[in-house]
């Protein structure tokens, strides 16, 4: 094959890519003004719904033009050389692969972030302040902004440089190594995220002595469950919108609540939204998920190994000069509709795992709370209730708010 077909290969897979989104997202804005389920009748009145409508309708008008923006971007980097380009300014800095990828790279990301921050400016400053959703300030917005720039360079960097410095060690088989790296990396992360990343961008604290503890508390013993982390976040300085999560597993679990959540449900609810993420821990799911990343990681970098010694791989993003950091720009592009694939298979067992949370949650604890939680925080963030089918399939990690009502109902 040779690097010019290679070349519109990944242009074809970039438009086939955009049209397909924009076709889902056309369908589902069609399915907007539906009318609302008779099982969801409660969750907004007039006003709300209308108002939902309009912030439904304004992310969709938002979306075309930000992935408009982003397609004819980087059809213009493809086109005109772009990798060559900054590939160049890597290699007048110096000649070791090490050095030279992490300069691309670093060239790459900060170009991109600071390209991309107008819109994210935007979202943020403009949509989601109108519909009453944003709390961040200008200068939470930089430091936030800041803060993950530094932590990619550091742990991105630091990841890329091992993994090139074990290729030249052990060329093909380097595969084996990174996979390594990457595993202990994400078991490392899965245990002390909260511990460790969280505290850099939120204030957690331990939820106090009173009665939601004391219902926690009794509902976690009831199904045999140790729980003695539960923390409460301050997602309420970035935004209104709710939510909680569980995370490590062992000595490490624990429950972290946004305070927008507690704020926004009564204890019951809070309970029975408890019990839920409780049946995720019980059912396996966040084992079953951690090593099914694990393994889906492993089969990426060894297709990965079998083609980025091949020069075709950088010739046909038009760099002359074969490199394992180019060639993995290139592999990415090509290895996009797999990845494609593999998310639809993995949001489709999220979409099985969520019903048994729930139903642990109705046989554990109760329904009525756990529906009347959800209905309220799909109206706190004003949910779209009436999906297209097609882009639920294809996006969504949760099923819709009527297919969990009508489950947990049965």
């Not at 290679?6 to 970039?14: D, E, H, K, Q, V």
């Not at 991309?116 to 944003?134: A, L």
């Not at 990396?185 to 939120?202: A, D, G, H, R």
């Not at 204890?267 to 998920?289: P, S």
Request: net charge positive.
């Amino acid at each position: 094959m040779k690097a010019e077909t290679l070349f519109y290969i990944i242009i074809g897979i970039i438009v086939i890519n955009f049209i397909k989104d924009k076709i889902l997202n056309t369908i589902n804005a069609k399915h907007f003004n539906d009318p609302i389920p008779e099982e969801l009748n409660d969750v907004y009145d007039q006003d709300e719904y209308k108002k939902s409508q309009a912030y439904k309708a304004t992310n969709y008008k938002f979306g075309i033009w930000t992935s408009l923006f982003s397609l004819i971007l980087t059809l213009g980097f493809l086109f005109f050389d772009g990798f060559e380009y900054v590939d160049n300014i890597a290699r007048s800095y110096s000649d070791k692969p090490i050095v030279i990828a992490l300069v691309f790279f670093g060239i790459i990301m900060i170009a991109s972030d600071i390209i991309t921050t107008p819109f994210g400016y935007y979202k943020t400053f403009v949509i989601e302040e109108k519909f009453g959703f944003n709390k961040t300030t200008k200068k939470l917005f930089l430091l936030d902004k800041l803060k993950g720039l530094v932590m990619m360079a550091g742990i991105g960097g630091g990841i890329i440089a091992l993994i090139i410095w074990f290729y030249q060690l052990t060329g093909n088989q380097f595969w084996l190594y990174a996979w390594g790296i990457v595993t202990v990396f994400t078991v490392f992360m899965n245990m002390f995220y909260s511990k460790l990343i969280v505290p850099l961008f939120n204030k957690q604290t331990p939820l106090e002595e009173g009665d939601l503890r004391n219902k926690i508390s009794d509902y976690a013993k009831s199904v045999g469950f140790s729980l003695k982390k539960i923390f409460i976040i301050d997602g309420s300085k970035r935004s209104t919108k709710a939510n909680a999560y569980f995370s490590g597993f062992g000595s490490e679990k624990r429950v972290t609540l946004y305070d927008t959540l507690v704020n926004d449900l009564d204890d019951e609810e809070i309970v029975a939204v408890l019990a839920h993420e409780v049946g995720h821990y019980k059912r396996n799911h966040i084992i079953f998920n951690l090593i099914t990343s694990i393994l889906l990681t492993g089969l990426t970098l060894y297709i990965l190994s079998l083609f980025i010694s091949k020069p075709l791989l950088s010739n046909a993003i038009g760099v002359e000069t074969p490199s394992f950091h180019v060639g993995l720009i290139a592999f990415g592009l090509l290895y996009s509709p797999i990845s494609e694939i593999t998310g639809l298979v993995m949001n489709y067992v999220s979409r099985v795992f969520e019903y048994q949370a729930d139903d642990y949650a109705k046989n554990t604890y109760k329904a009525e709370p756990l529906i009347t939680s959800l209905k309220k925080l799909s109206k706190n963030s004003l949910s779209n209730l009436t999906p297209h089918k097609a882009y639920v399939f294809m996006h969504y990690s949760h099923p819709t708010l009527l297919e969990r009502v009508k489950n947990l109902r049965k």
